[in-house]
């Protein structure tokens, strides 16, 4: 298909790439690119389904923290369930409770979408305060709620076996945890890719992203497609979640709140409601939350904010604006 | 007895937010016409037509389509009627390709053949332009692909909105002839436009609205020939349309 390339907003993440080269080794350049690119990966998952909520519903949806935060809780039980498959000498067991794991935790942060939209959700369209205001309160409720459920102290998280240590590539150290993390992350960006542009859902979505009313004056309930796209969304975060809680390997009841301003600032540089633009901002923050965390760690903390500034005084609708009607 | 029309509002009153825009229209299609709906900015045609589809819901009054009550079916529920909407922005999906556009405007997501080879002589731009991205393309050729994705599929009415607005005289006849081979495929059609020449050259009947209401309803040919009633009605002088 002949579509207009911005290859000013695709060329950013290998120019980034490439001028951090001669600032380090080659082996910490590899290390940092990859945990980068993995940290971007579990964030892309994590913030997808924000942009999509917020790209075709128009949703400003803060409690998306919260299905990070069921997720990541699902997962972390799961895995202190299969201790005998994560404590084995086994690849395809450690796969088999890394794979159930974030399975449990997409469909029970996918159930708790469902619930959301149903309940708080559906009242508040159109209402970007109202919206911001009871999903707030939604956060708030549901992170009490994993307390009371798993209690306040936090919860240990036991990595298969396989998936702990690194590869030694040439001198460059690289964990194994990431390049899973990496791989998955690439796999459900092929499945959004191939969902979003071959299927015919995927068509509604995209248009629905542009224009709602058009959608319904073409015959399609949109409500419905609100629906499907909130709880895969959901999903989506609860996926991120835990991979997210493997990865940090503790998990509090804060982990979604902590996450929801990173995944934000994600979703700002992408450009609401772009899932191109997600997958780019996604590794851009995790390409320079690591370089910028190994070249000048004080200025870590604040390193990803500097990142959307930057991006939006270059694109104040960010890398990839929708045009919508 | 003649044929009751396809299309009829009875007294229709719609609001958007504490504006009151309608104020009880009455308006009636007749079946395999084209209607011409006529009048001044503001007189409340765009809202006709978005209440019809039921963007903007009716407060008050009846939209009966074939003798069925649609004032309160949802928007998509009256579009799968058959009723086919082209808005006055024309509602392209401007990231998505040609192909796309027209592919969201059929009902399986498989095209006629022999309908599509319809629309492409009737706009041959389409077949040229059919993998590219509708964002690039030029106003006119938007309005042709609007027009070409509410013909894609049998529709039994099409509502059409000011579909000449801000494009070339050029572009202008092309489209009147493409809504000429439209009209002769005995399709019903309402059409709101403020071009004169392209209503006279165009509608069998017309309705002209003035401030939320209907104010004349008759034939084209009798508003053609009354030049009085033109200038009442829409403010035109014989100049402004020769």
């Known amino acids: 298909m002949k579509r207009a390339h911005d290859w000013a907003a695709i060329l ?188 015919r859902v995927g068509l509604l979505v995209r248009a629905g992203v542009e224009n709602r009313e058009m959608v319904e004056a073409l015959g399609f309930r949109i409500r419905r497609l609100f629906v499907g796209v909130f709880v895969a969304g959901a999903a989506l975060a609860g996926i991120g979640g835990a991979m997210w809680a493997a990865y940090q390997q503790v998990v509090t009841s804060s982990i979604g709140g902590d996450m929801t301003i990173l995944v934000f600032i994600v979703v700002i540089i992408g450009g609401l409601g772009s899932v191109t633009g997600c997958l780019i901002g996604a590794i851009l923050v995790g390409l320079v939350t690591n370089y910028i965390g190994f070249l000048a760690p004080s200025l870590s903390l604040g390193s990803t904010i500097a990142a959307m500034v930057l991006i939006l005084l270059w694109r104040p609708r960010g890398l990839f604006p929708l045009a919508r009607s | 007895m003649s044929e009751p029309p396809l299309l009829q509002l009875e007294g229709v009153h719609t609001h958007i937010g504490r504006y009151h825009i309608l104020h009880g229209v009455d308006l009636a299609v007749p079946r395999g016409e084209l209607t011409m709906l006529l009048g001044r900015n503001g007189a409340g045609k765009t809202t006709s037509l978005r209440s019809i589809m039921g963007l903007w819901r009716a407060s008050a009054g009846r939209i009966i389509f074939d003798g069925r009550d649609i ?49 492409f002589a009737l706009f041959p731009i389409l077949r040229q332009k059919w993998h590219d991205a509708a964002g690039g393309l030029s106003g006119g050729q938007k309005q042709m692909l609007s027009i070409s994705r509410a013909i894609i599929e049998e529709r039994r009415l099409l509502v059409i909105d000011e579909p000449s607005k801000g494009l070339a005289p050029g572009v202008i006849e092309q489209l009147i002839g493409g809504l000429r081979a439209l009209k002769a495929t005995h399709t019903t059609i309402l059409l709101v436009e403020q071009n004169f020449h392209m209503a006279s050259a165009l509608g069998d009947s017309v309705a002209v609205m003035d401030d939320g209401r209907i104010a004349h309803s008759g034939r084209m040919a009798d508003l053609v020939a009354d030049e009085a009633l033109q200038s009442r009605l829409l403010g035109l002088s014989l100049a402004s349309h020769q």
């Open chain 1, 12 to 199: 950013l993440l290998p120019v980034l790439i490439l001028l951090a080269l001669p600032t380090m080794s080659l082996s910490t350049w590899v290390t940092l690119t990859v945990a980068g690119g993995a940290m971007g990966m579990m964030l892309f998952l994590m913030a997808l389904g924000l942009t999509l909520i917020f790209g075709l519903m128009d949703v400003l949806n803060f409690a998306h923290g919260a299905f990070i935060t069921l997720g990541a809780y699902v997962a972390a039980s799961v895995l202190g369930a299969l201790t005998g498959w994560t404590a084995a000498d086994s690849w395809a067991l450690n796969m088999l409770a890394l794979a159930a794991a974030v399975a449990a935790a997409a469909m029970c942060a996918g159930g708790a979408g469902l619930l959301f939209e149903r309940v708080l959700i559906r009242r508040v369209y159109g209402s970007h305060l109202q919206q911001i205001l009871i999903t707030v309160g939604g956060l708030i409720v549901t992170e009490q709620l994993v307390v009371v459920a798993w209690g306040a102290q936090q919860l240990e998280i036991p990595r298969p076996m396989a998936m702990r240590g690194s590869f030694l590539v040439g001198g460059a150290a690289i964990e194994k945890y990431r390049v899973v993390a990496m791989a998955l992350g690439l796999v459900i960006w092929l499945v959004m890719y191939l969902l979003l542009n071959r299927t």
């Open chain 2, 71 to 119: 004032t309160a079916m949802p928007t998509p529920d009256i579009a799968r009627l058959g009723i086919a909407y082209v808005s006055e922005s024309m509602g392209i999906f401007t990231q998505l390709t040609v192909h796309e556009n027209m592919k969201l405007a059929t009902a399986s997501g498989r095209f006629d053949q022999t309908r599509l080879d319809n629309v």
